[in-house]
């Protein structure tokens, strides 16, 4: 699987953005997708999960500002940001799970996009 983000970039505080990750090649299917960021000097940390069934999970930190979804045809996973603090400042990066058919369950990482509040 080779996941592709996008839509990182500079934006001042309150601003919105939206995350992109689209998942391409798999050869099974893709269960959970999520987002999770890496400030410097911090250890990454989860933003959001989305299941395959819909559940959604969020850091305390994001709710009520974020929201993640997905569209399962098109193995893409979201993320609208609203009400940006600079405290969101981080590399953001999507993850997800892959069920081959041969039953290997794999957890996959994108490569990260940035993403700066900043007035």
């Known amino acids: 699987v080779q996941l592709q983000a996008s839509g990182g970039g500079l934006v001042q505080p309150g601003g919105s953005l939206r995350l992109s990750c689209a998942a391409s090649?798999?050869?099974?299917?893709?269960?959970?997708m999520g987002w999770y960021r890496q400030a410097p000097g911090k250890q990454r940390e989860l933003v959001a999960t989305?299941?395959?069934?819909?559940?959604?999970n969020y850091a305390d930190s994001v709710k009520g500002r974020f929201t993640i979804s997905r569209d399962n045809a098109k193995n893409t996973v979201y993320l609208q940001m609203n009400s940006l603090k600079p405290e969101d400042t981080a590399v953001y990066y999507c993850?997800?799970?892959?069920?081959?058919?041969?039953?290997?369950?794999?957890?996959?990482w994108g490569q990260g996009t940035q993403v700066t509040v900043s007035s």
């Open positions: 993850n997800v799970g892959e069920r081959q058919w041969t039953g290997s369950f794999y957890d996959r």
């Open positions: 989305v299941t395959g069934g819909g559940s959604t």
């Open positions: 090649g798999t050869r099974g299917i893709i269960s959970y």
